[in-house]
């Protein structure tokens, strides 16, 4: 079963607002990854945090991890057109061979 | 560099037909993975493999085969195509090693089943 799950599933906001996705996860991980998929495209890695690590931040992006919440948001500060996709995040228990757990994603709408 | 490609992007099956997808990677990576994606379902792994000639299942193996001859291949297959098996499919590969598990995504095949 995937691994986590993405809140709110749909968002929809005007350019230049800020977009706020959460991702809560079930079992300890290594580490926390944040993917973003273009409608018809493969997913692309966004950013990754790692479990003793508490925010990070490239560009536009902004991670979080509570670990003793399990949960983790991303943060996209001044939101843009084409930042519309959909949006996963897929945590790694270190253990598990390189695998990743994704979960069902938000689908963010961003309306110039 | 290609990164991860896969071949073909599209097709169309009949119950019962079978078919393989192609997945190549010029990253030298040790790992590679198949999932699905359906609506709402997010990505499920079919199968995968953490070096040439080794395989693995995933959360949803049923129906599918899996080959890693070659380090930079790995062929997904289907035997017998069912109406269930309609999805997109990806490849995705990386590297061996917990603190470099970001995977590289291919392109995606869309396979329909009728």
């Keep these: ?112 | 560099n290609a990164g991860v490609t896969q071949t073909p992007k599209f097709r169309v099956l009949k119950t019962g037909q079978s078919m393989t997808l192609l997945c190549a990677q010029d990253m030298n990576h040790e790992y590679m993975y198949w999932y699905r994606q359906d609506p709402g379902m997010g990505l499920r792994l079919i199968h995968y493999s953490v070096g040439e000639g080794t395989t693995a299942k995933g959360e949803v193996p049923d129906g599918y085969n899996v080959s890693r001859l070659k380090k930079q291949n790995f062929l997904l297959g289907l035997e017998s195509a069912a109406p269930s098996q309609t999805s997109v499919y990806f490849c995705a590969s990386n590297q061996a090693g917990a603190s470099t598990d970001t995977q590289y995504f291919g392109p995606g095949t869309r396979l329909t089943v009728l």
């Design chain 1, 1 to 112: 079963s995937q691994q986590g799950e993405e809140d709110p599933q749909a968002l929809s906001i005007q350019e230049g607002e800020n977009a706020t996705m959460n991702c809560s996860y079930k079992t300890s991980i290594n580490n926390l990854q944040w993917y973003r998929q273009n409608s018809g495209r493969g997913l692309v890695h966004l950013i990754l945090i790692r479990s003793n690590e508490r925010e990070k931040h490239s560009g536009r992006l902004r991670v979080t991890l509570d670990t003793s919440k399990k949960s983790s948001s991303l943060l996209i500060t001044a939101s843009r057109a084409a930042d519309t996709a959909s949006y996963f995040c897929a945590t790694g228990r270190g253990s598990t061979l390189g695998r990743l757990y994704f979960g069902r994603g938000t689908q963010l709408t961003v309306w110039p």
